[in-house]
C-alpha cells in the first residue's frame, strides 16, 4: 500500500489534568507486513481510564509511557493486507495497535471477531476487555450471594454498567452512584439497578445511609476518592470490597488518599485488589457468558462513540476522564470499507 497513517503519541508526562496540548498528532508511513503478519486498518479504538496512570512517570503494573511514544490502546479493524494465512483480508480482529491507524498483527497478537455474530465494536467492551473486568472482579472476587447489598461506582460506564447487571442476576439488591440525572436514569430504567445515586447531589451522603439500612455486603469499586469516603462507614461486617479503579485520583497532581481506614478494620472488611491484564486465562470464559447475555437481553450497554478520525482522540479521552462520557468511551478511527462492509 504504501502510504501514510495518523499515529497520536503522548508529548511529555502531563502536570495535573491532561489537555491537549500533551498529545502530539502525527503522520507516519503505513507499515508493510512481512512473512506471518497482517496490515490492519483501525474501524475503533477503546479509550480507557488506564491509559491516564500510564502517562505518569511512576512505578507500576506496565512500564509508564516515554515522551514521543505512541498513546496504547485496545483497537478492532479490519485485515487489509496478509502475509498469514490465518488472517485473511477482509477478517475483523481486535488487538491492540494503540492510538494509530494502521498497525500490523500476527495469529498471536490478534484476535478473530465475528462481525456477523455481534457489532465489531462490543469486542472492545461488553465482549472484550470491560466485559471481562467486570466479570472477574465480581463473581469471582466479589462472589455475591443472592440478597446482599451491592453498591457499584462509576455506574453507567463500561464496567459499572455490567457489574450491576452480573449482580441483579445473581439476586443481589444493587445500587448505582453515577454523575448526574441522566445517567441515574439510565442506571435504574433500563439497566435494571435497584437504585441509583446522584454523587453530585446535595443529599447524596444521606440517601445512601436511607438506602442502606443493612448496609453494602459488597462495593464494586471504580472511582475512590470522596465518593469512597462516603460508602466506608456504610460497609457491613466482614464485606467486601472489589477495588477496580479510582479515577478521581488519574487526574490529580497529588492523590487524595484513603481516609476512611479505621471503617476498613472497624468493619473487617476485605479488599480485593486486581488488574484484569494478570487474568488473561479468564476472558474467553467470561467473554463467552457475557454474549449469551448479550444476545438474550439480559445485559445491556451504551457506546459512545466519539467521531472526527484519530484525531478526535485527545478529546474524547479528556471527556472520558472527567465523566462526559455516556457509555463505553470508543472513538470512530475510519468507516467500514468499501469492500467489506459487514460488522458495521
Ligand atoms: P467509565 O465508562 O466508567 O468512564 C469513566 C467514568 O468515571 C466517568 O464517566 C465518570 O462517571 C467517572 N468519573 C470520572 N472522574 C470521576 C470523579 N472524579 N469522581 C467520580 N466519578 C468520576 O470507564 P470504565 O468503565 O472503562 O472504567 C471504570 C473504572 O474501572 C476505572 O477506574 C478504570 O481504571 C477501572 N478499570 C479497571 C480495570 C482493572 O483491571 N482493574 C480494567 C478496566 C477498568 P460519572 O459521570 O458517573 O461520575
Not at 501514510?4 to 508529548?11: F, I
Not at 503522520?27 to 490492519?40: D, I, K, N, S
Not at 467521531?307 to 482522540?313: I, R, T, V, Y
Amino acid at each position: 500500500m504504501g502510504e501514510g497513517s495518523l499515529r497520536v503519541a503522548m508529548r511529555d508526562h502531563p502536570q495535573g489534568q491532561v489537555t491537549e496540548g500533551d498529545f502530539l498528532i502525527e503522520e507516519t508511513a503505513r507499515p508493510v507486513p512481512g512473512p506471518g503478519q497482517a496490515l490492519v486498518r483501525v474501524r475503533y479504538l477503546s479509550l480507557d481510564p488506564y491509559m491516564r496512570p500510564m502517562m505518569n512517570p511512576v512505578r507500576s503494573y506496565v512500564e509508564p509511557l516515554k515522551p514521543g511514544q505512541t498513546m496504547p490502546g485496545a483497537t478492532v479493524g479490519e485485515v487489509v493486507e496478509s502475509n498469514e494465512d490465518a488472517l485473511p483480508v477482509g477478517t475483523h480482529v481486535a488487538c491492540m495497535l494503540g492510538w494509530q491507524e494502521y498497525g500490523l498483527v500476527t495469529k498471536e497478537t490478534a484476535r478473530i471477531v465475528d462481525a456477523d455474530a455481534a457489532d465489531i465494536s462490543l469486542a472492545l467492551h461488553v465482549l472484550g476487555m470491560t466485559g471481562a473486568t467486570a466479570h472477574y472482579g465480581l463473581l469471582r472476587l466479589g462472589d455475591p450471594e443472592p440478597g446482599e447489598t451491592v453498591v457499584v461506582t462509576a455506574a453507567s460506564g463500561a464496567v459499572g454498567g455490567i457489574v450491576g447487571q452480573l449482580a441483579k442476576i445473581r439476586g443481589c439488591r444493587v445500587i448505582g452512584i453515577a454523575g448526574g440525572p441522566e445517567k441515574c436514569r439510565y442506571v435504574k430504567e433500563e439497566l435494571g439497578f435497584d437504585e441509583c445515586l446522584d454523587h453530585r447531589a446535595d443529599d447524596f451522603e444521606q440517601r445512601l445511609s436511607e438506602l442502606t439500612p443493612d448496609w453494602v455486603d459488597i462495593l464494586f469499586e471504580n472511582v475512590g476518592g470522596p465518593i469512597l469516603d462516603a460508602i466506608l462507614p456504610r460497609m457491613n461486617d466482614h464485606g467486601r470490597i472489589v477495588l477496580c479503579g479510582n479515577i478521581s485520583d488519574y487526574d490529580r497532581d497529588e492523590p487524595y488518599g484513603l481516609k476512611g481506614l479505621s471503617h476498613l478494620l472497624l468493619h473487617r472488611v476485605n479488599v480485593y485488589s486486581f488488574v484484569i491484564a494478570d487474568h488473561r486465562e479468564y476472558w474467553p470464559q467470561a467473554i463467552a457468558e457475557l454474549a449469551g447475555w448479550v444476545k438474550d437481553g439480559r445485559i445491556r450497554f451504551r457506546e459512545d462513540i466519539a467521531q472526527g478520525g484519530l484525531e478526535g482522540a485527545p478529546a474524547a479521552f479528556i471527556n472520558m476522564l472527567t465523566g462526559r462520557n455516556f457509555g463505553k468511551q470508543l472513538l470512530e478511527v475510519a468507516p467500514a470499507s468499501v469492500d467489506h462492509p459487514a460488522g458495521n
